[in-house]
C-alpha cells in the first residue's frame, strides 16, 4: 500500500514517562501507531539557532515539551513530511526521527516565546 498521499492524523506530545532523550511524538496512520522523535541535541540546535546566546544550554524534558506543544503544528508539518518519504527513505518507516536537517529543510520557524530558562543548581556550574 502506497503511504504518498497518507498523512498522520491525532499527532501529539509524549508527556509521560519514558526514557528517551527527546521529545517523543505519538500519532496514527489509519490504525497504525506511528512514533516520531525529535533528540534533545536536535531540539537544542534548533533553539540556539535561534536564540544566539553563545553559550549552548542544554533543554531539560520539561523545557523541550513545552516548546513541543506551542510549535506542534509546525513540528506535525515536519512529521508528516518526512513519514510520506516512505519506507524507501526513511530507513525506520514507520518510526520517524526528525533531524535537524530536515527541520532547516521545511523552513519551519521555532516559537521559543515563553521558553524559560531556570538557573543552573550549583553542582552544574563548571569550575575553573
Do not use: C
Request: charged share 30%.
Amino acid at each position: 500500500m502506497s503511504r504518498k498521499n497518507m498523512s498522520l492524523t491525532k499527532v501529539g506530545i509524549d508527556d509521560g514517562p519514558h526514557n528517551m532523550d527527546g521529545l517523543r511524538l505519538l500519532a496514527r496512520d489509519g490504525t497504525e501507531r506511528v512514533e516520531a522523535f525529535i533528540g534533545r541535541k536536535v531540539m537544542d540546535v534548533w533553539v540556539e539557532s535561534i536564540e544566539h546566546r553563545g553559550a549552548r544550554r542544554s533543554l531539560f524534558r520539561d523545557q523541550y515539551n513545552a516548546l513541543g506543544k506551542r510549535n506542534l503544528a509546525a513540528i506535525e508539518r515536519i512529521v508528516n513530511a518526512k513519514y510520506q518519504r516512505g519506507a524507501a527513505l526513511n530507513r525506520q518507516h514507520p518510526y520517524v526521527e526528525v533531524l535537524f536537517s530536515d527541520i532547516t529543510e521545511s523552513g519551519e520557524a521555532l516559537d521559543v516565546g515563553g521558553l524559560v530558562r531556570l538557573p543552573l543548581p550549583p553542582e552544574f556550574l563548571r569550575l575553573g
